[in-house]
């Protein structure tokens, strides 16, 4: 069975300029999830996808962050502008429900890097 | 706001030796926990996910142990390899009704030879 394929594995911007993550998950995983994890912290829930639809995005700093899962398959989350303070491992993953009992397959994550 | 706690944050261990780390969650309202290993530049991958109180899963050499009505639990690691240096992490979710994980801080393990 295929991972969960995650690009760029490295990227490096300055800030305020824009930056887009690309995820493809677990074929038939109903859903998707982005996390951010910061240096020294746990992984962060950004937004979660049932399909096509937000479950939930209450902690995605809309201003700049925006996510889409099209068709229900692959995800893009993008940030723009981009402040230091997004440095940051931005990990996908996904799982065959939303049910607490499934374990999550994660991507490799893209390790941000803002100058 | 709910919260995981992982102790200790980091450990240091030579190959060989037995160690353990701990999970403290909310005890109200539990509904499952899971636990991951994070290699450096590789993907999370789930340990166990567990579910009922006093649940023991083993895999290989690592272990876990829950306590629902206490709100831990214990993952144990047999007979320390090099190439069980990783970050482990424990989440939660928050309720039943298919909301995403909460993770932990993780304790990085890091095993000489």
């Known amino acids: 069975e295929a991972g969960v394929a995650q690009s760029p594995r490295y990227k490096i911007i300055e800030k ?3 930056v887009a993550f690309w995820c493809n998950p677990i074929s038939g995983h ?3 999830y982005w996390y951010q994890q910061i240096l020294g912290q746990g992984p962060k829930l950004l937004i979660q996808f049932q399909n096509n639809g937000v479950v939930d995005d209450s902690q995605l700093p809309k201003d700049r962050f925006s996510a889409e899962r099209l068709k229900g398959v692959d995800s893009t989350l993008k940030i723009q502008p981009a402040k230091l303070e997004d440095s940051a491992v931005y990990l996908c993953a996904s799982s065959p429900s939303s049910g607490t009992r499934d374990g999550y397959t994660f991507g490799s994550g893209t390790r941000l890097t803002v100058v | ?4 706690e992982q102790s200790p944050q980091s450990l240091h ?3 060989g030796d037995s160690t353990n780390f701990t999970c403290s969650f909310p005890s109200s309202n539990f509904y499952a926990l899971h636990w991951y290993r994070w290699e450096t530049a590789k993907s999370p991958e789930a340990l166990f996910v567990m579910t009922l109180n006093g649940d023991e899963k083993k895999k290989g050499r690592i272990s876990a142990t829950l306590n ?3 709100g831990y639990s214990y993952l144990y690691i047999k007979g320390s390899q090099p190439e069980d240096s990783a970050t482990y ?3 939660f979710p928050a309720n039943q009704a298919g909301t995403a994980l909460i993770f932990g801080k993780g304790t990085t393990l890091s095993v000489s030879s």
């Not at chain 2, 706001?1 to 995981?4: A, E, G, R, S, Y």
Request: aromatic letters at 0%.
């Open chain 1, 16 to 18: 305020r300029q824009s």
């Open chain 1, 30 to 32: 109903a859903t998707l």
């Open chain 2, 1 to 4: 706001i709910l919260n995981v």
């Open chain 2, 13 to 15: 261990v030579q190959e």
């Open chain 2, 68 to 70: 629902t009505k206490e």
């Open chain 2, 89 to 91: 992490l424990c989440a």
